[in-house]
């Protein structure tokens, strides 16, 4: 099992930016970040794959948001710049062992973390 923790949530205004952090227990082929909001599914954020560092955005963050990946420190990261409202939501850090072309399905990964809260006023 993979013990993940997500970190740097918080209120921020729009336009502003925020980093989160996701702490990963051991080295996990592919990491990804979802979001969900109430009343709304669970979506994919970003992800990011051991192989060349590749990564991959939904169409709602893309030019704003920017994925990465620390390997010695096993961390990702997700730089989040120019924060809209609709970024409101709570981020939840997911891994999983191996590569999927269906980055964006939760049921495709196998851990989870418990998610940090991001709000964004207007």
């Known amino acids: 099992q993979v013990h993940l923790e997500e970190s740097g949530g918080g209120q921020v205004q729009a336009g502003e930016s925020l980093r989160l952090s996701c702490a990963a227990s051991?080295?996990?082929?592919?990491m990804a970040w979802f979001r969900q909001s109430p009343g709304n599914q669970r979506e994919g954020v970003a992800v990011?794959?051991?192989?060349?560092?590749?990564?991959m955005y939904s169409d709602a963050v893309v030019d704003r948001f920017t994925v990465s990946r620390d390997r010695a420190k096993n961390t990702m990261y997700l730089q989040m710049n120019n924060l809209k409202p609709e970024d409101s939501a709570m981020y939840y850090c997911?891994?999983?062992?191996?590569?999927?072309?269906?980055?964006?399905?939760?049921?495709?990964?196998?851990?989870w973390g418990q998610g940090t809260q991001v709000t964004v006023s207007s």
């Open positions: 997911a891994g999983r062992g191996q590569w999927s072309a269906h980055w964006n399905d939760q049921g495709r990964y196998e851990h």
């Open positions: 051991r080295f996990i082929y592919s």
């Open positions: 990011i794959y051991s192989t060349a560092e590749s990564t």
